[in-house]
């Protein structure tokens, strides 16, 4: 053979190899499965969707056993409803600086019955001529940040009989306390609701024998920095009450009450803050 002739085969040879040879080995680019090239470089992962733990709502006192109680949520609080007082037996709510502002106004709002509890329940008609003001627990003031929290704060599972004089008074200055505090802080966790001691006859307002209150209870918990906590106890009379003797550790108002405070907290937090009271801290 010619070297001219062998020059030529050898070319032909080496053609058909890249023709033949090297499609059957490397298939082309344009038939790749890419999902499958992915599945087949990157190591398996099951996708287990986590539990997510909720959030500890430190507000919520422990459950009651002791009396009736019906648990509502509403957008600003929540109430622990005693269908035989017709009253809650605690109303708690977390109030932080924001929700200390806000464009929604009382003017207009009217108390109404909740639907949510059975019937007898507490009515507006229970509290004509019962010379008893129609008295808030989570206050009007503490809901202005949101339309509905404040249309929910005249439902009657959040109100209590009380006297005149402390709701426009010492009461009032207790609420505006707290959303002090809560602007200072950035917030703070409370419950409030009614004391009833008791001894002798129940008074009782109204159709429904809506239960009025001796006394009334406040308990108020900071977390930001070092945690604290107080308490407060008026008597539901219009007689002038300074704040300074109203004031109680939040041990001495579990004892009045029967209510467990501010359960969330770890063991060594809740003993040492509930058994301060010291105004002047805060």
């Known amino acids: 053979m010619s070297y001219k002739r062998f020059f030529y085969a050898t070319i032909a040879v080496a053609m058909t190899f890249v023709a033949t040879g090297c499609r059957q080995d490397r298939p082309a680019q344009g038939f790749l499965d890419p999902t499958a090239a992915k599945a087949s470089t990157a190591a398996p992962t099951a996708n287990v969707a986590r539990a997510k733990k909720p959030p500890l709502l430190y507000e919520i006192p422990a459950k009651l056993t002791d009396r009736p109680e019906q648990i509502i949520k509403r957008k600003g609080y929540t109430t622990s409803y005693n269908n035989n007082t017709k009253t809650p037996n605690w109303v708690a709510w977390h109030l932080t600086k924001q929700r200390t502002y806000g464009s929604a106004m009382r003017s207009g709002m009217l108390f109404t019955e909740d639907t949510a509890v059975e019937a007898p329940r507490a009515t507006d008609k ?80 109204g159709r429904n024998r809506v239960w009025v209150p001796e006394k009334f209870f406040k308990v108020v918990l900071c977390r930001q920095g070092e945690p604290k906590a107080i308490g407060f106890i008026y008597n539901n009379v219009g007689k002038k009450q300074p704040m300074q003797d109203a004031v109680r550790s939040v041990d001495e108002i579990e004892m009045l009450t029967g209510i467990d405070f501010f359960p969330a907290l770890d063991d060594k937090t809740e003993n040492l803050i509930e058994a301060e009271s010291d105004l002047t801290e805060w």
Not at 161 to 174: F, I, T
Not at 178 to 199: E, F, M, N, Q, T
């Open 126 to 205: 229970d509290y004509y001529n019962s010379r008893y003001d129609r008295g808030h627990m989570c206050p009007a003031g503490d809901c202005k940040w949101d339309s509905e929290a404040m249309q929910e704060s005249f439902l009657f599972t959040n109100i209590c009989p009380q006297n005149h004089g402390l709701n426009k008074y010492e009461w009032n200055d207790l609420e505006i306390l707290c959303r002090d505090w809560a602007r200072k802080y950035g917030s703070v966790d409370i419950v409030c609701g009614p004391l009833y001691d008791g001894i002798g006859e129940q008074k009782m307002i």
